[in-house]
């Protein structure tokens, strides 16, 4: 539905621009695009409505690059694969496969533009996602899951993740938010550990080593595994291990759940949203759990 000013997808688009994530970009402005947009009126000095207000419009809307969609041809790459048509629920099964890839070519365009399928979808409803198609795809930045994220921009930042506002936030020293997103952290029985910590690892595409005796509701049947990695693997494309152990920072295979559901403790963003983040911190970089 338009807004008096922009649009919803609008409005995510321009917040993912600009640095401040809305999660997947799905056409609706929910829960994850209120907190972005608060977050972007706090670090513009405007009133933090968290509503799609005219003022906030108008300060994501810089003139230069503002396209709210863009055209993008399918290469032969995007649509040979390899693809993991059948990946299943069960943790222990996911061992037999080679490795976690995107599921179809929709899959894949939908992250790498930061998108939900759906939304590609309707986007594109007469498109077959054939090689040398041209979709209509949300002008976000690309994302490659392939494609480990150079680390020119690691420097003096601080990650700050809010349990309250599920959302993550990188700081400069002076409070200066340089890139935020959503985020799913700790439940009932995996609270996230508050406290002052630190960056101690970070690995692209890692493999994942299922322990069923770190998970309270593993079946009681699983032994340990391990699954290879993947966008769809259990931790996404990338794992941020922090100096508590078994807890990191990771991505994800359900990039809607993110912002919405809880997490078994760990700290879980999107695939493209957990990429940003290992180009922004460095071993040793501090981490706040609040």
């Not at 699954?227 to 920072?249: C, D, K, R, S, T």
Request: charged share 20%.
């Amino acid at each position: 539905m338009p807004l008096r000013c922009g649009t919803p997808l609008g409005f995510q688009v321009r917040l993912n621009q600009r640095g401040i994530s809305p999660g997947e970009i799905d056409g609706t402005l929910g829960p994850n695009a209120h907190r972005a947009i608060a977050i972007f009126q706090e670090s513009m000095g405007l009133p933090v409505s968290r509503q799609a207000d005219c003022a906030t419009w108008r300060a994501l809307s810089t003139g230069d690059g503002d396209e709210v969609t863009v055209s993008y041809r399918i290469t032969d790459d995007d649509a040979k694969g390899p693809f993991a048509t059948q990946i299943p629920a069960d943790l222990p099964a996911q061992a037999s496969l080679p490795a976690l890839e995107y599921s179809s070519v929709v899959e894949r365009l939908a992250e790498r533009f930061h998108a939900s399928p759906a939304l590609l979808k309707h986007l594109n409803p007469t498109a077959d996602f054939a090689a040398g198609a041209e979709v209509v795809v949300p002008a976000a930045k690309p994302f490659d899951a392939r494609q480990e994220p150079s680390r020119a921009d690691s420097g003096q930042v601080t990650v700050d993740v809010s349990a309250k506002t599920s959302m993550l936030r990188v700081l400069k020293p002076d409070g200066r938010v340089v890139f935020a997103a959503p985020a799913s952290s700790g439940s009932t029985h995996d609270p996230l550990p508050i406290g002052r910590w630190k960056v101690i690892s970070v690995s692209w595409r890692p493999v994942f080593r299922y322990n069923p005796e770190l998970f309270w509701d593993a079946d009681p049947s699983h032994t340990k595994a391990t699954i290879q990695a993947g966008p769809n693997g259990p931790v996404g494309v990338a794992w941020l291990g922090i100096n508590v152990e078994h807890y990191g920072i990771h991505g994800t295979a359900e990039p809607s759940s993110v912002g919405h559901l809880q997490s078994h403790g760990c700290v879980r963003l999107t695939n493209w949203d957990a990429a940003r983040l290992v180009s922004l911190v460095k071993v040793g970089t501090p981490v706040v759990f609040q």
